[in-house]
């Protein structure tokens, strides 16, 4: 039975439970807080403004990794504390992050790399296999070109001295957050999107007693003893809230993706591609039937709730990837583009965003409003700890953590179908993405085969997902199932955009949608798709001819 997740129960409870905590943010790190918090015993309150990992948390390169350039920042003690999360997040949500394999060409040849380099690279991989690759019992290797080329057979060849092959691990970032802010209801905290903190609640010695919130265009007070301020990029807005003025703390860093058919890259696995001259490299990352390329890591000081990719960005990519592959790839070949900001603590302005640590800082305002900044995906769990820790001290509690061996719903009992191909299906499809709990999307495929249909012709999402995801993932709009339940936009945008209206007329239904409502969802959607479209595109002959192709 799909455990309950019900956003108006949940408004219900948040109006009038007084709760120990109450957690600001609906991305991976609040998601963690309140899981962390919930599984303490603690009284627990999730509120999002918009969805659940609407921002940065379903805009990451989706990788659960240590961080190999870390190493050459000599940031030894992250690095090993990452990779200790990636164990943890393995064990704990197996349908969700799994072992990914690494290849990294030694490239010879046109100034990318030299092959004194490799010797380099070598220590790394040693240092990277001692600080977590032995945990998940894979070493590195050092393989020849062919190996190599064997596993990209678009790599230039004659480029390619050697490699290095070694492993990390993936996930979808979207349903992770989704999967962790289902599991703290499980354990009792009241979670709901859409619900926008516009004040917050002190008693009269100036301490903070929860929050003024707006939902469905109507205001009610959260009684909370102690508030977590968990919205990454949006921390200082919240903090504004607490302190009267902006304190300008972070600095945010984009990053890019871009989408492109796999038929066009024939990785087998993930690779990690030099970019000549910037002292970067960029992930090349299969997904299905797609590859996506990045990150990008630059300083960002546009309107934080509308990143884009442009066509600076979308050039910066294909020519990284085209210098290294056989068959380039121009404007015409990216199916999907996202843009995401990470939040990273302010430091000296010389520094370059990419050389800024990934740790992150807990910090307790004044009026004790507690502040979890910094970090990154794969070390939610251990900042989301640090936060519930400093939690426990303001009330008094006792008790440490419980997450590090706590299994995310769909875990228990999961095992990963045989890749064969009569079950390169459904079965697999589902298990990949609901662990145990794809029987409640098998049942509905039971109950209505029709909804086996795709969901967006060319992608491997069912109709049936769309529906579970209204009746028990709390999605309420067109974007929340094409954008987050499913990645539809992520990986075919143009594709989403085609089929929004029948996907908005398969939700209807469920969410008591009238033509007008259909209308407008459909407008808003397609908006979307055509502002991203629109930010990221220089006509295709100006690209391409800027890409030599």
Request: charged share 25%.
């Given at each position: ?19 120990d905590v109450l957690v600001v943010g609906g991305g991976i790190t609040g998601a963690g807080c309140a899981l962390d918090a919930a ?135 979207a349903r992770l957050t989704l999967c962790l802010a289902r599991t703290a209801a499980a354990h009792g905290a009241a979670v709901a ?357």
């Amino acid at each position: 039975m799909v455990p309950s997740f019900d956003r108006a129960e949940a408004l219900q409870r948040l109006a009038n439970e007084p709760l120990d905590v109450l957690v600001v943010g609906g991305g991976i790190t609040g998601a963690g807080c309140a899981l962390d918090a919930a599984s303490r015993g603690l009284r627990t309150g999730l509120v999002e403004r918009d969805d659940f990992a609407s921002g940065t948390s379903s805009k990451s390169s989706k990788l659960v990794h240590g961080g190999l350039r870390y190493l050459q920042q000599r940031e030894f003690t992250l690095v090993y504390a990452a990779l200790a999360e990636r164990q943890h997040a393995l064990r704990n949500a197996p349908h969700l992050v799994r072992v990914l394999p690494f290849l990294i060409p030694i490239l010879s040849k046109d100034g990318l790399i030299d092959r004194r380099v490799a010797r380099a690279l070598g220590g790394a991989m040693w240092m990277y296999d001692l600080t977590g690759g032995m945990r998940i019992h894979k070493l590195h290797q050092r393989i020849d070109r062919d190996r190599a080329v064997a596993l990209m057979p678009t790599l230039r060849a004659s480029n390619v001295a050697s490699a290095y092959l070694y492993y990390d691990a993936q996930t979808d970032d979207a349903r992770l957050t989704l999967c962790l802010a289902r599991t703290a209801a499980a354990h009792g905290a009241a979670v709901a999107n859409r619900v926008t903190v516009v004040g917050l609640l002190k008693d009269p010695g100036g301490g903070v007693r929860g929050a003024t919130v707006r939902a469905d265009d109507a205001e009610f007070e959260i009684q909370a003893r102690t508030v977590v301020n968990a919205t990454g990029v949006w921390a200082d807005s919240v903090r504004a809230l607490d302190e009267g003025t902006n304190p300008d703390s972070i600095r945010p860093a984009k990053g890019v993706h871009i989408t492109v058919p796999w038929s066009k890259v024939r990785n087998e696995i993930a690779a990690i591609v030099p970019v000549p001259g910037d002292r970067r490299s960029v992930f090349v990352v299969p997904w299905g039937d797609f590859t996506y390329v990045g990150t990008t890591d630059t300083d960002y000081d546009g309107p934080i709730d509308d990143p884009q990719c442009t066509p600076g960005d979308v050039e910066y990519l294909l020519k990284a990837l085209n210098r290294a592959v056989t068959e380039p790839l121009g404007i015409a070949d990216v199916t999907g583009t996202w843009a995401g900001l990470r939040p990273l603590l302010r430091a000296a302005s010389s520094e370059r965003t990419a050389d800024l640590s990934r740790r992150h800082g807990v910090r307790v305002s004044t009026s004790g409003v507690i502040t979890i900044t910094g970090g990154k995906l794969t070390t939610y769990r251990r900042m989301a700890a640090d936060t519930v820790d400093q939690v426990a001290r303001i009330l008094r509690k006792r008790g440490k953590s419980r997450t590090r061996r706590l299994g995310l719903l769909g875990s228990d009992g999961f095992q990963a179908p045989p890749a064969t191909p009569e079950r390169a299906s459904v079965h697999e499809h589902l298990a990949g993405r609901y662990g145990t709990e794809a029987d409640a999307v098998l049942d509905l495929l039971r109950e209505d085969p029709s909804l086996r249909a795709p969901l967006v012709p060319g992608l491997p999402y069912l109709q049936a997902e769309a529906i579970h995801a209204v009746r028990h993932e709390m999605a309420g709009t067109l974007d929340d199932v094409l954008a987050r339940r499913t990645r539809a936009r992520l990986l075919a945008r143009d594709a989403s955009r085609a089929a929004a209206e029948d996907v908005a007329r398969l939700l209807a239904p469920e969410l008591g949608w009238d033509d007008a409502r259909v209308a407008r969802e459909v407008d808003e959607y397609r908006s979307a798709c055509d502002h991203e479209r629109g930010s990221a595109e220089l006509p295709e002959t100006a690209l391409d001819a800027s890409l030599g192709t």
